[in-house]
Nanobody, 124 residues
Framework: QVLLVESGGGWVQAGESLRLSCEAS???????????MAWFRQAPGKERELLGQ????????TYPDSMKGRFRITRDMPKKTGYLQINALKPEDTAVYYC??????????????WGQGTQVTVSS
């Protein structure tokens, strides 16, 4: 079992930047480096959308074409924490942001573990 806890959300002005954190922990045998972590968001009335993914061992990242540019995913291995940096925030970035994880060797779009989400609200 893996527990993910997001933090860092809040109210921001358009144009500002924000860094969200996702701290991972697990039961005995949990090895952070064997996982991939992704960030998603869901705005009211909209589908959940993928923002990007990081392979924790090595730090390789991938982003959907529509998300390239303002989003950056990183991780801190000793802290077992992933980060989502969002630059030049826009009101349309207002959403609940989630991190998710799955074992890195698994393929496909499914993620096995999810955080509780953190609200980001961008005012114009």
């Amino acid at each position: 079992q893996v527990l993910l806890v997001e933090s860092g959300g809040g109210w921001v002005q358009a144009g500002e930047s924000l860094r969200l954190s996702c701290e991972a922990s697990g039961s005995s045998g949990f090895i952070f480096s064997t996982y991939a972590m992704a960030w998603f968001r869901q705005a009211p009335g909209k589908e959940r959308e993928l923002l990007g993914q990081i392979i924790l061992n090595g730090g390789g990242t991938t982003y959907p074409d529509s998300m390239k540019g303002r989003f950056r995913i990183t991780r801190d291995m000793p802290k077992k924490t992933g980060y989502l940096q969002i630059n030049a925030l826009k009101p349309e970035d207002t959403a609940v942001y989630y991190c998710a994880a799955r074992l890195a060797w698994k393929s496909g779009p499914q993620y096995d573990y999810w955080g509780q989400g953190t609200q980001v609200t961008v005012s114009s």
